[in-house]
């Protein structure tokens, strides 16, 4: 029998302040003194002859390349000493965010200005000003070094194309559309948006990908659960069967903070996703901080029957840790409310993993991770997110003993 | 006489406000900095609609993090929680009031609403709420067996936040009501009685309160609700004209009409010729007496540079339509 409750982690880790700056300015010894400190904690052996490297270069590019490549490094150890089972690309340094490090890299597009997202959290918009296509790998440099360093199973997150076109303004499709009411032309721009994106820019960075062997792709697509319109969730299934068309590879979908509806619409139509093979969703978040199996504590996992219900076989990425800023309570051996921190305790984890398993049936369809990246989260905070999540795991995985 | 012009929720903050926004979240900025900016900010977007002919000056909530969470934090038996939501099927997220006991209005410091100061001189001033009905189904309920008291509590709880903020000199009350006509998903599809109960909770809000009142809508179609909005004791509806499917609207009213006739979720600044003709089309499918102009939601889903030609496009557009009659 193969390990149960695998963990995984989900895309994104915060950016070291020595991986921001020197992207942006030549650095002082001073500027790596948090690396030298990491570096000791994941075992980082040769830091100081890289750190010498990037302290000497006076070429922008060639320091550039060394910081991305050592914090990818530095996130693949991270995450394998806290114990994830699956090392991702090393916590997505080599990437601005999720959406603008695509839009960056498709001719035709315009990054626009920020709009808010929530709180003082903000996001770059682009605009498709003409008809899209890919101007550059988008994905695969980052896949080149996580390969060289990675000791353990990789998993590739990438953006959706629903997404992007979702987060995007239509522009150029939306003036070239001639129908009548505005409604209709809102419509007719998406499609046509969208299944560009999936032909001129994900499908050609996919065989990229898996040219240079990628094996799990894990596609993102937050703003699908945004839609549950049906014509959009046909739109949604419709693109994502483009997407995977002819390749072997493993897919997941990593799907996170629904509107209202939650993940009942998502659920009738995961079984129609074309090779996807594991459907990772946020739950914690909309849990509580109490320990318990029974169904009032672990309200926050109940959507999970729909899946279940809609004949989804694949496995389940559980989301049983909290990415966010955390006000609540927490009762008794759930876990420590740190500043705006909560670390769930692994009691809670487990938990969780167990009251998944009854719905869900068979342990070995759960995978653990946190909610969503974590990039929100300092580097302490998510080691001891994903430590805990390990430990939890394993005290789920006893009870099957 | 042309078209009024009005904000019809929260206005985009500039880039500048916006690195200084993250910049204080990294600790490299002080509040009062990011304070200076807000207030500048504000102060010129005042400027902007009374230099573009808006009767209504609204301070354009820069300040707001959603669009729930003042009104949350003023009302006792709820609690701002610890969960983020998304904003309808907008990339935004606002955090869940979770009710936890019975609602009333609590400490009501007028300021966290709005910018009394910078609208000193300003007569006649808006502000946008969410409705009631919209924020009790937003919210998350652990207190009432029954869903009717909590929207009537949330309603009496509004109507002293009201009474509070027309003592601020607010003369115009938004009430923004997107569940309503917010209906994606089949199987949730709202009832005649429960959007009878809804309405009865609006009336509940505005019925003998001074003071004027738009029901705006928006993210849904208006359509199979109209004849029942126009007739709430209001003296505005608002609808939202990329949704709604005005070829089944027809109908006379003596109520004002709010048309959301500039799309707040794309870049594209529609043409002023455009939005004129439009609104045209509308008028002559409903005979209504006056026309409002405004973006169809929050203008703070686009960038604040394309949000402010969007309000240069209302106004070019009011002007235009004035010259057609």
Request: glycine fraction near 6%.
């Amino acid at each position: 029998m193969s390990k149960l409750f695998p963990i995984q982690e989900i895309g994104s880790l915060a950016k070291p302040k020595w991986r921001t700056k020197g992207l942006r300015q030549p650095l002082s010894a001073q500027d790596l003194s948090e690396a030298e400190e990491w570096a000791q904690k994941l075992g980082i052996n040769d830091f100081h002859d890289r750190a010498k490297g990037i302290l000497k270069t006076s070429d922008d590019k060639t320091r550039t390349r060394e910081i991305l490549e050592l914090s990818t490094l530095y996130g693949l150890r991270l995450f394998e000493t806290a114990g994830v089972d699956n090392d991702g690309v090393g916590g997505e340094q080599q990437r601005v965010e999720m959406y603008e490090h695509v839009i960056k890299a498709v001719e035709g597009m315009n990054l626009l200005g920020h709009v808010h997202s929530f709180d003082y959290k903000y996001f770059n918009k682009g605009v498709a000003e003409s008809k899209v296509s890919r101007k550059r790998p988008i994905y695969t440099p980052e896949f080149s070094d996580v390969t060289r360093y990675a000791h353990r199973a990789v998993k590739v997150p990438i953006t959706g194309p629903y997404t992007l076109v979702d987060w995007s303004f239509s522009g150029y499709y939306i003036q070239k559309q001639r129908a009548s009411s505005p409604k209709s032309r809102k419509i007719e721009a998406k499609r046509e948006f969208l299944l560009d994106i999936v032909e001129q820019v994900i499908r050609p960075e996919i065989r990229d990908l898996v040219d240079a062997g990628a094996s799990w792709i894990q596609i993102d697509e937050p703003a699908v659960t945004t839609h549950p319109e049906p014509q959009e969730m046909e739109l949604f299934v419709e693109a994502w069967n483009e997407t995977v068309k002819g390749f072997s590879c493993k897919f997941s979908d990593h799907t996170c903070y629904p509107s209202e509806i939650g993940y009942k619409v998502l659920a009738e139509y995961a079984p129609k996703l074309d090779k996807c093979d594991q459907l990772a969703l946020e739950f914690a978040n909309r849990d509580t901080s109490r320990l318990g199996v029974d169904e009032s504590s672990r309200e926050g996992y109940s959507d999970l029957k729909h899946f279940v219900n809609a004949g989804f076989s694949g496995e389940f990425g559980l989301g049983v840790a909290h990415v966010h800023d955390f006000t609540g309570n927490v009762s008794s051996g759930a876990g420590q409310a740190i500043g705006r921190d909560l670390i769930e305790s692994p009691e809670l984890v487990r938990d969780r993993l167990l009251f998944a398993t009854k719905i869900v049936g068979d342990p070995v369809k759960i995978w653990a991770n946190p909610d969503c990246g974590l990039r929100t989260r300092t580097w302490d905070v998510s080691f001891a997110k994903l430590a805990n999540i390990t430990k939890g795991a394993e005290l789920a995985r006893e009870t099957f003993e | 006489m042309s078209p009024e012009i009005q904000l019809a929720g929260i206005h985009p903050r500039s880039e500048k406000l916006i690195e200084l926004t993250r910049s204080y979240e990294r600790a490299g900025t002080s509040w009062s900095q990011v304070e200076v900016q807000f207030e500048q900010e504000t102060r010129e977007l005042i400027k902007l609609q009374k230099s573009l002919g808006f009767d209504h000056i609204s301070d354009g909530a820069l300040g707001w993090q959603d669009q729930l969470r003042t009104v949350a934090r003023s009302l006792r038996g709820v609690e701002s929680g610890t969960r983020y939501s998304r904003w309808f099927d907008t990339n935004t997220f606002y955090q869940k009031p979770i009710v936890a006991g019975k609602i009333s209005a609590g400490e009501i410091d007028p300021k966290n609403f709005l910018q009394t100061r910078l609208l000193a001189g300003e007569k006649n001033r808006k502000i946008i709420l969410p409705g009631p009905y919209t924020f009790s189904q937003l919210s998350e309920n652990k207190y009432y067996e029954k869903y009717p008291d909590l929207l009537f509590d949330v309603a009496v709880a509004e109507r002293e936040i009201i009474r509070r903020l027309r003592n601020e000199g607010v003369s115009l009350f938004q009430l923004s009501e997107p569940c309503l006509v917010y209906q994606p998903y089949r199987e949730t599809f709202r009832g005649e009685s429960e959007v009878e109960l809804a309405l009865r909770a609006i009336r509940s809000v505005v019925e003998n309160n001074p003071g004027e009142f738009v029901i705006q809508t928006y993210f849904g179609d208006a359509a199979p609700i109209f004849s029942k909005l126009v007739d709430l004791p209001v003296h505005g509806i608002g609808i939202d004209l990329f949704e709604t499917d005005v070829s089944s609207l027809s109908r006379q009213t003596s109520k004002t009409l709010v048309l959301g006739v500039v799309d707040s979720r794309e870049s594209y600044v529609e043409d002023p010729h455009w939005i004129a003709d439009t609104a045209r089309k509308f008028r002559k499918q409903v005979d209504v007496q006056d026309l409002v102009f405004a973006s169809n939601s929050d203008l703070k889903f686009v960038p604040q540079g394309i949000a402010n030609q969007k309000l240069e496009a209302l106004s070019k557009a009011s002007e235009l339509f004035e010259g057609s009659r």
